[in-house]
């Protein structure tokens, strides 16, 4: 049985708890990572933590190289004081010229509160559109081996031309018990919501008391119960790569991108989906561009499938 989380009105500053234990008020400092990605190369990005996949495997289209050169920093173009990590994929059609691309965070991450704002894209930035380009954030642990008891995964997955069984916009909220890739066998909960996100989106994942809630935008959208609750620590992961199943019939090169604002998480605390966004602006107005207070874990950083 998991212990009962803290419910958090306030993580920063003076700190308000409605306590689900008898253990006292502020008894644990409050762990927090924070990154708001005012970076303008990643090398200073990896000193803070961040990783870049090389790995050539799943998901996405066999044999496609995993693209360091994927990930860059920008001013955001809706708002030239802000700075943005972008991630760029491109494809195609054949494995020897599609990128993906993909970025970690140390594998130290269980319970609490998930949030990022994200620029998902509709459209490529050039060729042919309509491909299977999922936009991602989400946390995951190594599969250790096929149908992996311990395996946990909780994914955000945007597909701006559908798949999966629409053919319409969609965000995906899936939580992970466990796969195997041959045959493909999985263990999952999943919802979606239908509508188009082109433009800037807040999303929030509470995982608390053998509960996963998925909200986009301050809405709940989804939530999951304690057959697909995580076991074990998982890394912070943005990715995005191309559906094998739904590729352009089209040799014309055609590249997506997704922006990313900024990303928090607070440890073993639920916090209120409308409090996220006040408490990154108060990290802000702080100057805080980045902060890492979650204690190390025991297993080794992990940046592949």
């Known amino acids: 049985m998991k212990t009962p989380l803290f419910y958090s009105s306030t993580v920063l500053g003076t700190t308000l708890l409605t306590a689900c234990t008898s253990q006292p008020l502020g008894a644990q400092p409050v762990q927090i990572m924070f990154d708001d990605f005012s970076y303008t190369r990643f090398e200073q990005a990896q000193k803070n933590g961040w990783q870049l996949r090389s790995d050539v495997g799943h998901p996405g289209i066999k044999n496609a190289t995993w693209w360091h050169e994927g990930v860059s920093f920008h001013a955001d173009p ?41 620029y998902f894209t509709d459209k490529p930035q050039y ?56 045959p493909w066998t999985k263990v999952n909960a999943y919802d979606y919501d239908i509508n188009p996100l082109q433009g800037w989106n807040t999303l929030v994942l509470q995982v608390g008391n053998n509960t996963l809630k998925y909200y986009i935008n301050g809405k709940l959208y989804a939530q999951h119960g304690s057959d697909v609750y995580p076991e074990v620590a998982m890394s912070i992961n943005f990715n995005q790569w191309f559906d094998p199943n739904k590729i352009v019939n089209s040799s014309e090169m055609r590249q997506y991108y997704q922006d990313v604002d900024w990303v928090y998480f607070v440890k073993d605390q639920i916090v209120a989906v409308n409090e996220v966004p006040r408490q990154v602006e108060q990290l802000r107005n702080q100057q805080v561009s980045q902060k890492d207070t979650v204690a190390s874990s025991r297993y080794e950083d992990y940046c592949s499938l």
């Not at 059609?93 to 691309?101: C, Q, Y």
């Not at 989400?138 to 559908?162: Q, R, V, W």
Request: glycine share 8%.
């Open 127 to 182: 060729g042919p559109d309509g491909d299977g380009v999922i936009q991602t954030f989400y946390a995951i642990s190594p599969l250790a081996a096929p149908m992996d008891k311990n395996y946990s995964e909780m994914d955000f997955e945007y597909l701006p031309n559908g798949g999966w069984g629409t053919d319409r916009h969609a965000l995906f909220a899936t939580s992970w018990e466990t796969f195997q890739l041959t």
């Open 78 to 118: 809706h708002n030239p004081q802000n700075r943005v990590m972008r991630l760029t994929s491109k494809t195609d059609g054949s494995a020897e010229n599609t990128r993906h691309v993909q970025v970690c965070h140390h594998r130290k991450y269980l319970e609490g509160t998930y949030a990022a704002r994200i």
